[in-house]
């Protein structure tokens, strides 16, 4: 799995690098984030830092283009919010720690680990999960690339692995496959499946610019 997907690690010419899973387990619930770059947003962990676990507090999320005003718990994760109380199951409960990316969802166009994001801190973002990257009944470029190249054996982590695919394609439109396997690094397929993934990455970049 490593030799496909997680180069990152590895020593480079600058003497390291931070691979997208090893940031994104630093994003967790109200962790301090270190801006890296002027793409990075700073997320509000005020409310996440003062509110006691069991309060109960008001949320506005913007999901998918719509606006969700729901009473949740501090403690509760961005992925229980989705999944239980708005009922989008797409993004997919796995270790629940950071570490398999199967509930990655896109804040503000960058992938998060909705296991390891408090609800509260993501108010005042623009949330993206799978479903709404569909357009309409028709699958996104991304998707329809996952179909037709694949992608996916059992497919339970197939969703994360669109979402943190698209997050790369937001911020390069044209990567190589180096490139791929290091944006992807953060989200493991325990079926194997990665050679089909780097291709279905490489034509959702192909689709993404026709489009």
């Known amino acids: 799995m490593e030799d496909e997907m997680g180069p990152g690690d ?7 690098e931070i691979t997208r899973r090893g940031f994104l387990k630093t994003m967790g619930s109200g962790a301090t984030i270190a801006v890296t770059s ?3 947003p700073m997320v509000d962990t005020a409310m996440a830092a003062e509110a006691k676990p069991e ?3 008001r949320v506005d999320l913007l999901i998918n283009g719509s ?3 729901l009473m949740v718990e501090a403690r509760w994760s961005l992925l229980y919010v989705l ?3 708005i009922g989008l199951t797409g993004s997919k409960v796995g270790c629940e720690r950071g570490e398999c990316g ?7 166009s960058l992938p998060r680990y909705a296991c390891m994001t408090l609800a509260v801190e993501a108010q005042g973002s623009e949330i ?5 990257l569909m357009d309409g009944e028709r699958l996104g470029p991304v998707q329809k690339a996952f179909a037709e190249q694949d992608a996916f054996q059992c497919g339970y982590c197939t969703p994360g692995q669109i979402m943190a695919a698209d997050g790369l394609l937001r911020a390069n439109p044209s990567p190589s496959p180096d490139e791929i396997r290091r944006g992807m690094a953060g989200n ?4 194997g499946a990665y050679t089909h993934i780097v291709k279905a990455v490489a034509q959702a970049a192909e689709l993404k610019r026709e489009k």
């Open 10 to 16: 590895r020593n480079s010419k600058r003497g390291w």
């Open 38 to 40: 002027g793409l990075l």
């Open 55 to 57: 309060e109960i507090v």
């Open 67 to 69: 606006q969700y005003h």
């Open 83 to 85: 999944r239980e109380k």
């Open 102 to 108: 199967a509930c990655t969802v896109l804040i503000n």
């Open 128 to 132: 993206v999960t799978v479903e709404g």
């Open 188 to 191: 493991i397929c325990r079926c």
